[in-house]
């Protein structure tokens, strides 16, 4: 934009005679059934192009403008044009060419992807506002709200007032505006290319740096809108700067098989053509060449090319079922290569594209990809949102009841534009965004109501929790995942069906071990900002058992010593409700069970006249027993008191032991020790030891347990093997 904008030396000359201006293609034909956009930037790139003289500046952009909008009305444009033309008089682009020549082109872009004449009227006064003296509000008063908006939405923010952080703010300002009209998206990625297009006058080191935030930025956006026309050539051009080598190797492989005899795409084309023909299908076959990139990825995933690896087979249909009449055609008469199939005509995109995709190969062992889609999904999927032409405008048949209705607004722009707002720091939010741009496939898990989430791939729970509550997610506790529990570092699968287990609590708080398994900006933002927000609160687990242990009296761990074995049980001596047939021997529950009627028991004579109890189930029982340990017998007396060892297993979350064991102790139970393990995956395991005034408390208790938030599920200790001593 203004970085091109110089003082003319020339000034009042008429761009009218300007040559080469627009767009690098020389004749151009009346009709145009199909984008040609592809076929022009391949063109730029492999060698310049002749250049006629225009007789009329605004001709072509009218020309490529009613080949997609018969009936619009030309006035707006004509007018834009002499206004736009006027201001920027006596300037001059860097290449030398009158300014009004990059709007012109720009415009020229937009039109041949079939945008409405809103866009193009924006398009021809981007650069007014920023470059001249015209005004938003002059721009207002000629031509409505709507085209200051896209005007404003794409104006730069000045250096003066933003100093480094302008490119950022920028940014911000016109992914804010994209948010509200997508059109502003489309003004900028047309603009980006035809400034890319003639980077060539700039210092390498400038040519350098704009083709980085280009690769980082506004690829990634233009792919996110599915505006693949602008995207692949955006893609070239930055491939030709930033890896001029690999670039030159490329375009020499494609120049190579140009020059072939045998084309295995021609060849494929005309037996798909007579397949078709004899089905009585209508279609249209075209041979769709790789762009510069694509030839690259594919060179460097197979080594050596031939010559189907250099484009793809299209097919151009009416209808949908077309489509899967073709396909079947195909794979009937031909030999398809069954795992290259992908149906995105069922499951689009989430940039609105849709296609088949599949494979055929060849008798010589080449395979050559076909894409069949219908007309319509031909221009959706090169021009995207471009070619929803005015997305926010009421169809006929609808009540004009004012309300805006955006089509166009997917998840990856809505939690853009939700994480934005919490990034106040300009570094922080360009880095970020860089970041997020970065996750180039979203996938679209679902809620238990019917609803959808849409994430990008690689995304946990932990995200899908802060997508739909926001910062409510600092109360998440939990998830399942298909119907099965699952931790909040559970990575999502496109199509899973998320139930996120929400506390109580109002005041809860996330934990800090949530940022490492926190993939979307939105989520570590808002657990960043909170942790941030509360220090004293952000405390480890370790601090959690203490004040536990402040609150209830409850020792945090109580580990056995490890020289305890079945012969010198750390058990405690039974209360009168075990009953010995040994007179006199004390009488000790072990520990290892912790059995408590009504459990099935039996008892074994240990060391200094005891005996020990332990539930029959228990491992140590069939050891004695190997042993030669006699067994006594023992029985449950009157209800008494009773100890019990009971394990929680729970996600991760602040305050929870001290919730847990708040719980445990207004049922009456006290606690004897305590044992909780290190956290894994999010889930920890809680073991305690526990004196109930009778049996009958247990159940209550393991309810009560249950209760607590975070807690999924509450068992008895199940006996422990202990391990057998090794031999000589």
């Not at 031509?143 to 104006?155: M, N």
């Not at 083709?211 to 599915?226: C, F, M, N, S």
């Not at 030891?689 to 599920?713: N, S, W």
């Amino acid at each position: 934009m203004s970085a091109e904008a110089t003082n003319s030396v020339t000034p009042g000359q008429m761009p009218g005679a300007v040559s080469g201006a627009v767009t690098p293609t020389a004749t151009r034909r009346k009709a145009r059934p199909r984008i040609d956009l592809r076929r022009l930037g391949r063109a730029a790139l492999l060698g310049p192009a002749a250049r006629g003289r225009l007789p009329d500046a605004i001709s072509h952009v009218v020309e490529a403008h009613r080949a997609h909008h018969p009936e619009a009305d030309l006035e707006p444009l004509r007018h834009a044009y002499v206004l736009a033309e006027s201001s920027h008089r006596g300037q001059m682009r860097k290449s030398g060419e009158p300014y009004i020549t990059h709007p012109l082109a720009v415009t020229l872009i937009l039109a041949e992807l079939g945008a409405e004449t809103t866009t193009l009227t924006a398009s021809l006064l981007h650069d007014t506002v920023e470059d001249t003296d015209v005004t938003l509000e002059q721009v207002r008063d000629q031509f409505g709200e709507e085209v200051r908006y896209l005007v404003d939405g794409v104006t730069k923010l000045e250096k003066v007032d933003y100093g480094a952080a302008a490119e950022p703010e920028t940014f911000r300002k016109m992914l804010v505006a994209t948010g509200n009209d997508v059109r502003v998206m489309s003004i900028k990625l047309a603009d980006r290319l035809h400034n890319m297009r003639t980077l060539g006058v700039m210092r390498p080191e400038k040519q350098e740096r704009i083709a980085k935030v280009t690769r980082d930025v506004l690829i990634p956006l233009a792919e996110r809108l599915g505006v693949q026309a602008l995207k692949t050539e955006l893609e070239d051009l930055v491939f030709a700067i930033l890896h001029p080598e690999e670039y030159a190797h490329t375009r020499e492989l494609i120049v190579r098989n140009a020059a072939r005899a045998d084309d295995p795409l021609a060849e494929v084309a005309d037996e798909v053509r007579g397949v078709l023909r004899e089905a009585d299908i209508t279609a249209e076959v075209l041979i769709r060449p790789r762009h510069f990139v694509s030839v690259h990825r594919v060179s460097r995933k197979r080594g050596r090319l031939r010559g189907s690896d250099f484009g793809r087979v299209l097919v151009l249909v009416n209808e949908d079922a077309d489509c899967y009449a073709v396909l079947g055609e195909l794979h009937t008469c031909m030999k398809p290569v069954v795992s290259e199939f992908k149906d995105f005509i069922a499951v689009p995109k989430f940039n609105l594209y849709q296609s088949l995709h599949t494979a055929v190969a060849r008798e010589d062992g080449q395979v050559v990809e076909v894409l069949i889609r219908t007309h319509q999904m031909h221009k959706v999927a090169e021009a995207g949102v471009v070619a929803l032409g005015n997305p926010y405008a009421p169809a006929p048949d609808d009540p004009a009841d004012g309300e805006r209705v955006d089509p166009t607004r997917p998840g990856w722009l809505s939690r853009l534009l939700d994480w934005q707002e919490a990034a106040p720091d300009p570094d922080h939010f360009w880095s970020t965004l860089r970041e997020d741009l970065a996750q180039d496939r979203e996938i679209t898990v679902f809620r238990p109501d019917g609803g959808t989430l849409g994430l990008p791939e690689g995304a946990t729970c932990v995200d899908a929790a802060y997508a739909q509550y926001g910062e409510d997610a600092h109360a998440c506790i939990g998830a399942r995942v298909n119907g099965r529990l699952a931790t909040l570092s559970t990575v999502l699968k496109d199509g899973d069906t998320v139930q996120l287990l929400m506390g109580q609590d109002p005041a809860s708080e996330p934990s800090r071990e949530w940022l490492e398994h926190a993939h979307t900006p939105g989520a570590r933002i808002a657990i960043q900002r909170w942790l941030t927000a509360h220090p004293a609160q952000a405390e480890s687990q370790e601090s959690e058992a203490r004040v536990a242990e402040n609150r209830t009296g409850v020792r945090p761990a109580d580990v056995p010593e490890p020289d305890a074995t079945p012969e010198q049980p750390a058990d405690r001596a039974a209360p009168g409700n075990v009953l010995a047939d040994l007179p006199g021997a004390t009488v000790r529950l072990a520990r290892c069970c912790t059995p408590v009627p009504p459990d099935e028991i039996t008892g074994f004579a240990v060391r200094g006249g005891a005996v020990t109890v332990h539930r029959v189930e228990c491992a140590a029982v069939a050891r004695m027993k190997d042993g030669g340990r006699a067994e006594v017998g023992v029985r449950w007396g009157e209800a008494a008191e009773c100890r019990v060892t009971l394990v929680a297993e729970s996600f991760v979350r602040p305050h929870l032991l001290a919730d847990l064991t708040e719980a445990m102790a207004s049922e009456g139970a006290e606690i004897v020790s305590a044992t909780v393990e290190p956290p894994t995956q999010q889930q920890v395991r809680h073991t305690y030891t526990v004196q109930l005034p009778d049996a009958g408390h247990l159940p209550g208790l393991m309810r009560a347990m249950r209760d607590v938030a975070g807690v999924y599920d509450v068992s008895r200790a199940q006996p422990q093997p202990q391990p057998q001593p090794q031999g000589d």
